[in-house]
T-cell receptor, first 109, second 125 residues
C-alpha cells in the first residue's frame, strides 16, 4: 500500500496563512486531492488534481505538489475553516490503491 | 444535483456480515464513466478507503480488506452495495459512499467529489 503522511495539527490566527503538508514517495508524480471535514459532517472536496478548485470553493484554498510533498494552502484563514483536512492520492504501483493521509486538524486561534 | 444516501443496519453482531446500500439520485450511475467508492472512518480516526466500483462493475479494493469485501453496482436501481463479512469491533465506523469523479486522470486517480452523509455501523453483540 501507499502511505501518505500528514502532521496531526496546525494552528493559525485568523487572517494568517495555513499550510498543510502531505508527504509520500514521489507524490509529485501523482494527482493529489484535498478534503475538508468539519466535526460531525461528511468530507467536502476543496482541491483536486494538486491545485484545481471545485465550483464554490473560495480562491483562498490553493494547492501545490512537487517531489515528495504536496501542500494545501489556506490564505486569510477564517474561523469557519477550522476542520480536519485529508489528502488523497492513487498509487498504481501497489496494485491500484487509493490512499488517504492521516488527517491534519486545523485550529483557528 | 447528485445526491448519495447510505442505508443499512446500525448494529451488526461479531462474525456476521455487514451489508450497506448507497442510493444515487439526481443523476445516473451509468453516465459519464464515473467510479463509485466506499470509505469508512472509525470514531476519532482517519478516513480509510474500502474499495471502488466502476459503472460497468469492475471492482478495486483495499488489500487489507480484500478477503472480506464484496462490492457491486445495480445501474437499474441506481444503487451501490457493500458487503463486509466476518466483522469484528474493529469494523465499527461511519461508512460513506462517494462518487470518484473529479479530475483529469483515470478512475481511481480522480477525487471523491460527491459524498453521502455517512451511516454509523457498530459491531457489537
Amino acid at each position: 500500500s501507499y502511505v501518505l503522511t500528514q502532521s496531526p495539527s496546525v494552528s493559525v490566527a485568523p487572517g494568517q496563512t495555513a499550510r498543510i503538508t502531505c508527504g509520500g514517495n514521489n507524490i509529485g508524480m501523482k494527482s493529489v486531492h484535498w478534503h475538508q471535514q468539519k466535526a460531525g459532517q461528511a468530507p467536502v472536496l476543496v482541491v483536486y488534481d494538486d491545485s484545481d478548485r471545485p465550483s464554490g470553493i473560495p480562491e483562498r484554498f490553493s494547492g501545490s505538489n512537487s517531489g515528495n510533498t504536496a501542500t494545501l494552502t489556506i490564505s486569510r484563514v477564517e474561523a469557519g475553516d477550522e476542520a480536519d483536512y485529508y489528502c488523497q492520492a492513487w498509487d498504481s504501483r501497489s496494485g491500484h490503491f487509493v490512499a488517504f493521509g492521516g488527517g491534519t486538524k486545523l485550529t483557528v486561534l | 444535483q447528485l445526491q448519495l444516501q447510505e442505508s443499512g443496519p446500525g448494529l451488526v453482531k461479531p462474525s456476521e456480515t455487514l451489508s450497506l446500500t448507497c442510493s444515487v439520485s439526481g443523476g445516473s450511475i451509468s453516465s459519464g464513466n464515473y467510479y463509485w467508492g466506499w470509505i469508512r472512518q472509525p470514531p476519532g480516526k482517519e478516513l480509510q478507503w474500502i474499495g471502488t466500483v466502476s459503472d460497468s462493475g469492475e471492482t478495486y479494493d483495499n488489500p487489507s480488506l480484500r478477503s472480506r469485501v464484496t462490492l457491486s453496482v445495480d445501474t437499474s436501481k441506481s444503487q451501490l452495495s457493500l458487503n463486509l463479512n466476518s466483522v469484528t469491533a474493529a469494523d465499527t465506523a461511519v461508512y460513506y459512499c462517494a462518487r470518484q469523479g473529479m479530475g483529469t486522470g483515470w478512475g481511481l486517480g480522480n477525487a471523491f467529489d460527491v459524498w453521502g452523509q455517512g451511516t454509523m455501523v457498530t459491531v457489537s453483540s
